[in-house]
């Protein structure tokens, strides 16, 4: 098992950045696809960004594409993600996520029931 703790999460102004980090503990951190999804109020949790074990290989959803980055830091047993040009739109509960799928090694994990273990999540509010 794997355990996942979000932090960085924040108020900004629209056009800033924020940088989340998302630290784990408990197993082989290279072992896993690690994602980021969020959940904004009433609605259900989407995609935003998602890593390979190495980091070779990352995916985003048009909505964050150019402006959000995902990386990971193996030896720190820690994923971030890189947040600029925030839009008002972003303002959501931001969680990180692991996948134990045997191909998380070449192919970053898209989907919600990809996934095995999750945090508790970070706010993060973008005002206009």
């Known amino acids: 098992q794997v355990q996942l703790v979000e932090s960085g999460g924040g108020s900004v102004q629209a056009g800033g950045s924020l940088r989340l980090s998302c630290a784990a503990s408990g197993s082989t951190f290279s072992r896993y696809g690690m994602g980021w999804f969020r959940q904004a109020p009433g609605k259900e949790r989407e995609f935003v960004a998602a890593?390979?074990?190495?980091?070779?290989?990352?995916y985003y959803p048009d909505s964050v594409r150019g402006r959000f980055t995902i990386s990971r830091d193996n030896a720190g047993n820690t994923v971030y993600l890189q947040m600029n040009s925030l839009k008002p739109d972003d303002t959501a509960v931001y969680f990180c996520?692991?996948?134990?799928?045997?191909?998380?090694?070449?192919?970053?994990?898209?989907?919600?029931?990809?996934?095995?273990?999750w945090g508790q999540g970070t706010q993060v509010t973008v005002s206009s």
């Open positions: 996520a692991a996948s134990t799928r045997y191909y998380t090694s070449y192919y970053p994990p898209r989907d919600r029931a990809e996934y095995d273990y």
């Open positions: 890593i390979t074990r190495t980091g070779g290989g990352a």
